[in-house]
């Protein structure tokens, strides 16, 4: 959600640090801000809006002297969560202010700090004046409260009396060398440099600097100085951490010609498909090779349920996932919404074996799944894009999807690759339990082929766009599907509601009548999953229920179905295929009109208002 970057090194710091918050705009943030150690004071700038308003009220910082002598300094994009997007509420925030020099330190903070109302009700009887109606300055100002002469302990003495998630960057007047970092639930990433180093809570804001990098885990405290770096724990106690190599170059997280970062991603997909499934199918033995997950045969045929936990787009992911692993291995397979996970008390037990779904490797109420599950002595297990991310290290086992850095809001490539491994892994399950050797081969090869049939999907981007033509009035909108492509019709809805503002409702095609039919007329058309496969002749039932009532009707149908393209007053055709398969192509040529849709709407389509790329609080 919110984007921190931080530097220490013997360069000019603010215009690394404001490249680093362009490089973090995609994730959605309403204000920003930097501040920076010069002249024996720290200098504090922050605007509401825009990276380019905070830039345009900063000046000339190229040539003045205070920005030319800087050499640590902290910045932030802030998305609202206590109090509305003002320049008041933009981090960073200063405590302990004296003249001259302003603030005696500043802080930027991502997280959400639970008890701010008791401690910014303690540090007001203490005298402390706030300024923003944020959390986050509860925590600057206890920060201050503890401060002497050594910065890192009264940050550690602050963050133990803290209940929430916080990742936070913080420098002080009186120790202009030193930036300190720490994190509990909210990511941090330390960019190694020669005689520098540039902190962030994503890859993407560092990697124009380095490719090594170490990431904190909860409760570690780092102090920088330059390129020297201590990393402890609250308590004080020295603790290493492995370092890591960031597997995408910067050009990776670049538009690459196209108009937007998810038109760029949506092409991407036939290369990212590839990049998942590569090395993991083994189309002689007719199954998958999934070294990450540590479980032979053995193991797999002891399990009695896999448990698949996720949110928004990565649960839509886990529904194909549970319906493969039922139909390839008829093994119990179920969905459950990683937010309700931990609250509702779930029956977990050491048979169970529990996936995590993230693209990001962060999303706050899936990493609580998934240390619920552990505290229950389920055996879990991740699946993420992000190399280095909290849910892969706290597991320690799962798959990585390779997909490279999704930058659009709009998840488009992290599900197709999502789907594609879940496919892998109920191949990989089946053969270990039920299905035969000739059967394997069948689904193997069907999944070696999803990146060609995705590249014939993506070669009607042109007729896509055209039927978006008819699409720019409507304001609500229908999906109907069943079986496999029920959740590609979830996923269908949470795109073009996503990134065109377009109301749209997801249902299981049986469900029209028991309710929404009610709402059918002209201006509600309805969006049909119509691939050939079990219960395609019923759903194209309920699509001449629709027109019957004047709902105009797009269906996504399989090549040559005459009798689909009759039933329907637009079609998008995507290859023949089983329904698993079909759930990728169709997902396609939906996340295309949801594209065409948005861009002929004039929306903001990579950074959709009130949207974040990562959820890192609950």
């Known amino acids: 959600m919110c984007g921190i970057v931080a530097y220490s090194g013997t360069k000019s710091a603010t215009p690394i640090l404001l490249n680093g918050l362009r490089k973090l705009e995609y994730r959605g943030y309403d204000s920003a801000g930097i501040a920076i150690h010069s002249d024996n004071t720290i200098h504090i700038y922050k605007e509401e809006g825009k990276v380019a308003n905070l830039i345009d009220s900063i000046g000339d910082y190229e040539n003045d002297a205070v920005h030319q002598q800087c050499h640590v300094g902290i910045a932030h994009t802030r998305w609202a969560t206590h109090g509305p997007p003002t320049k008041e509420n933009a981090h960073p925030h200063g405590a302990g202010f004296v003249e001259p020099g302003g603030s005696r330190i500043a802080l930027v903070h991502n997280g959400i700090i639970e008890n701010y109302r008791a401690l910014k009700a303690r540090l007001e009887a203490e005298g402390k004046v706030f300024l923003s109606d944020t959390d986050s300055e509860v925590l600057s100002h206890l920060i201050e409260f503890y401060y002497t002469d050594d910065l890192a302990k009264a940050i550690s003495t602050a963050l133990k009396e803290v209940q929430g998630t916080f990742g936070i960057a913080c420098i002080a007047k009186d120790q202009p060398d030193m930036l300190v970092v720490a994190r509990r639930g909210s990511p941090i990433v330390i960019g190694l440099g020669e005689d520098q180093t540039i902190v962030a809570s994503d ?27 201590d990393i402890k724990t609250l308590d004080a106690k020295p603790v290493q951490r492995d370092t890591a190599d960031i597997d995408w170059s910067e050009g990776a997280a670049e538009k690459g010609g196209y108009e937007h970062y998810m038109l760029k991603e949506i092409f991407e997909q036939p290369t990212a498909i590839r990049n998942s499934i590569r090395g993991r199918i083994d189309l002689d033995r007719g199954t998958s090779v999934l070294a990450g997950l540590g479980l032979d045969s053995r193991e797999i045929v002891d399990l009695q349920r896999l448990l698949i936990v996720g949110c928004g787009t990565s649960m839509n992911a886990g529904l194909v996932g549970e319906y493969a692993i039922e139909d390839f291995a008829g093994m119990l397979s179920e969905v459950e919404q990683a937010a309700e996970f931990r609250y509702r008390n779930p029956i977990v037990g050491s048979k169970d074996i529990v996936l995590a779904i993230s693209q990001s ?27 280095g991310s909290t849910i892969a290290r706290e597991t320690g086992r799962g798959i990585y999807l390779h997909a490279g850095p999704e930058i659009s809001v709009a998840s488009t490539k992290a599900f197709t690759c999502q789907v594609s491994v879940l496919l892998l892994i109920a191949l990989k399950f089946a053969r270990s339990r039920r299905l035969s050797r000739e059967q394997g081969i069948k689904i193997a090869e069907e999944i070696n082929s999803l990146p060609e049939l995705v590249e014939r999907v993506l070669e009607q981007n042109d007729a896509i766009a055209k039927i978006a033509e008819d699409f720019v009035k409507f304001d609500n909108m229908f999906y109907i599907g069943r079986g496999y492509l029920f959740p590609v019709a979830l996923e269908g809805a949470l795109k073009i509601k996503e990134i065109s503002y377009i109301h749209a409702e997801a249902y299981h095609a049986a469900e029209l009548k028991h309710g929404p039919i009610a709402l059918l007329e002209e201006s509600m058309p309805v969006v049909a999953l119509l691939n050939a496969g079990p219960g395609m002749e019923k759903t194209l039932g309920n699509v001449e229920e629709c027109r019957a009532r004047k709902s105009p009707v797009l269906g996504v149908i ?61």
């Not at 240390?371 to 389920?378: F, L, N, T, V």
């Not at 396609?588 to 389509?605: E, K, N």
């Open 361 to 387: 490797g962060e999303t706050a109420d899936t990493l609580a799944a998934v240390r619920e599950a552990q505290e229950k002595g389920a055996l879990v297990a991740g699946l993420v894009n992000v190399v």
């Open 558 to 618: 399989s090549e040559g179905d005459e009798d689909a393209r009759a039933a329907c007053d637009w079609v998008i055709e995507v290859p023949q295929s089983s329904q698993f398969i079909a759930t990728v192509t169709s997902t396609v040529a939906l996340q295309l009109f949801s594209y065409h849709v948005a861009r002929l709407r004039g929306c903001p389509i990579d950074q959709p208002r009130n949207l974040a790329k990562s959820v890192t609080v609950e």
């Open 203 to 229: 890859a993407s804001a560092i990697i124009s600097h380095t490719r090594q990098a170490v990431y904190l885990d909860d409760n570690d405290v780092a102090i920088i100085r330059g390129g020297k770096i």
